[in-house]
């Protein structure tokens, strides 16, 4: 049995508060319309019926590549609140991720939240580093999942540039901030970066040719989840990172998790150890 720490499940509720909107973030029908993205149809199958067969644990989070998050908060909390009620209500194996407002962050809600039973928070790599809600989560010793934010000014390209150039960019700006400005301030917090991070873990050598510090300082409490890459970009990062700060990951009904191609104890340490480990030791759940 493993566990997958990244995966998006819209319930009806969401959906319809999404089709309630009259601009961006919103849905017609089940065409997903998106400032700086092309439309998008979205199969109303793959979020009503998903296989978990051999998870133990699949963690559902908001999609903020929509915006929502960014909003201001009279327009985020109506689909803030959507989301998270769709979420805990989903029935096992699902848990979920929490979501808050960035445009107006509100520590003291988000608190209210996480102890409804979430895993942790994540946020838009785009969205910056709030110390008053990192520290709502390092008071109660849970994780932060750094997942790719909106595409913004992106127009009149292909379907598949946002996923591989602005959200690989994000993910890269996103992990060396954290490491320079970040974890200074938060030494405790347990993080994990969708999609590797970007492959920002394997520029160290351009790194330390900058001035950036030095090889070999391996964070233990930073993780990279694998979503959107297979055994080459995993393989690499593995030889940067090590192992043990390597989490599985699918974007499902996206993608699907990937094998590592490392053989059987780094597929167990992948699926089952390391996602225990950056949730604390608890199968967390809704």
């Known amino acids: 049995m493993s566990i997958d720490v990244h995966q998006h499940v819209w319930t009806p509720a969401f959906a319809d508060a999404l089709r309630g909107r009259a601009v961006p973030p919103r849905l ?20 009503e019926h998903r296989d978990t067969t051999g998870l133990e644990l699949a963690l559902v989070s908001l999609s903020s590549p ?89 127009r009149d390209v292909p379907g598949w540039w946002p996923p591989v150039v602005p959200y690989v960019q994000q993910m890269h700006a996103a992990w060396h901030r954290f490491h320079a400005e970040v974890r200074p301030r938060h030494p405790g ?14 520029h ?14 391996v ?22 990172l090590g192992v043990d700060v390597v989490v599985n990951g699918s974007d499902a009904p996206y993608g699907t998790a990937p094998d590592p191609g490392l053989g059987e104890a780094a597929a167990h340490a992948v699926t089952v150890t390391n996602p225990r480990r950056l949730l604390g030791g608890k199968e967390s759940r809704t």
């Open 28 to 47: 017609d029908g089940w065409t997903l319309l998106l400032d700086g993205e092309p439309p998008y149809q979205v199969d109303p199958a793959v979020h």
């Open 66 to 154: 929509l915006g929502i998050e960014s909003l201001p908060p009279e327009e985020a909390w109506p689909l803030l609140d959507a989301y998270h009620e769709g979420a805990l209500a989903l029935p096992p194996p699902f848990g979920a991720w929490a979501a808050t407002c960035h445009s107006a962050p509100d520590p003291d809600r988000l608190a209210a939240d996480l102890d409804r039973g979430f895993a942790g928070l994540q946020i838009p790599a785009t969205a910056g580093f709030d110390d008053t809600l990192l520290k709502v989560l390092t008071d109660r010793d849970l994780p932060l999942f750094v997942h790719p934010g909106p595409a913004a000014g992106q």
């Open 189 to 202: 917090l347990r993080v994990c970066f969708a999609l590797l991070a970007g492959l920002a873990p394997l």
């Open 204 to 217: 160290s050598e351009r790194l330390i040719a900058r001035g950036g510090g030095g090889r070999g300082r």
């Open 219 to 240: 964070d233990p409490g930073c993780y990279v989840e694998t979503s959107s890459y297979g055994p080459r970009a995993i393989d690499a990062v593995v030889r940067e």
